[in-house]
């Protein structure tokens, strides 16, 4: 289980959260959505330790990430927004030195790494340095960083950016199938169509609150994601009044 209570973050004068109360389990695909700015990655930081909130409690498990972020991340596969990458060592190289800070006996991490390795297109890439990977390709080294562990929850903030369309659907894929397997699945995107693609839950932030979650169909009933998503945030009459101005 990862469970947010009344949790808050400020930056400075920035609140990015302002009271954010979430419980997501196992056996589904979440989404957070939410336009740029509304806290997605903030909330996502803190299940592994990233982000400390100010106040509130954040559990993954029975595990308090801002006290324990070593043992969070165990069990957590986080991809970030922005790939981090060591320019000087190769994808093989840095996938190595994570399987022995994982622990992963070495048989299973040669058999875990071909397998995400071919379906995510990386064969070629793996001899080559950090630094000469293209930008989808690091976004694609961070996806197996996160998952190389097998762990037990997944979260993946803007998995789909830079992804071309055929690893997108290898991630969709993927991301319903750990789901099935009893992982626990988020990732964040502000594009709606993916989030009904592949989730079955959303929750949506705006301005650093929730202002919708559950399941994606019976939230939006018969209208489209968009409309509903754009009522909720309130975007529906910023949107008006921008639009008669043209
Ligand atoms: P999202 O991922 O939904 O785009 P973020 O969690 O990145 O939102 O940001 C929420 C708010 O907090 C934004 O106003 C952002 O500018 C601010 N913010 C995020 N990280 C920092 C930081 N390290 N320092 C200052 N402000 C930040
Ligand atoms: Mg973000």
Not at 82 to 94: R, V
Not at 182 to 201: C, M, N, P, Q, R
Not at 207 to 233: C, H, P, Q
Request: hydrophobic share 40%; proline share 5%; glycine share 8%.
């Amino acid at each position: 289980m990862l469970k947010y209570e009344n949790v808050v973050k400020s930056y400075g004068n920035v609140r990015a959260l302002k009271g954010v109360s979430l419980e997501l389990g196992p056996g589904k695909v979440h989404a957070l959505l939410g336009p740029n700015g509304s806290g997605k990655s903030t909330l996502i930081k803190m299940a592994v330790g990233l982000v400390k909130p100010d106040s509130g409690k954040v559990r993954v498990f029975d595990i308090d990430p801002a006290e324990d972020p070593i043992s969070a991340r165990r069990i957590v596969g986080y991809m970030p927004e922005e790939p981090l990458i060591y320019e000087s060592l190769t994808p093989a190289e840095w996938l190595s030195f994570l399987g022995y800070v994982h622990k992963i006996p070495a048989d299973v991490l040669k058999e875990r790494l071909n397998t995400l390795v071919k379906v995510f297109k990386m064969e070629d890439q793996m001899g080559k340095l950090g630094g000469e990977l293209s930008l989808g390709n690091k976004r694609k080294l961070m996806l197996i960083s996160a998952l190389i562990n097998d762990p037990k929850v997944i979260i993946l903030d803007e998995p789909f950016s830079g992804l071309d369309p055929e690893i997108a659907r290898v991630l969709k894929e993927m991301m319903k199938r750990k789901a099935e397997e009893g992982k626990i699945i988020i990732f964040s995107t502000h594009i709606l169509e993916i989030a009904e693609a592949v989730a079955d839950e959303m929750t949506i932030m705006h301005y650093g609150e929730v202002v919708a979650k559950g399941n994606i169909s019976e939230l939006k009933g018969k209208r489209d994601l968009e409309s509903y998503f754009m009522e909720v945030t309130g975007l529906s009459s910023e949107l008006q009044e921008l639009l008669k101005a043209l």
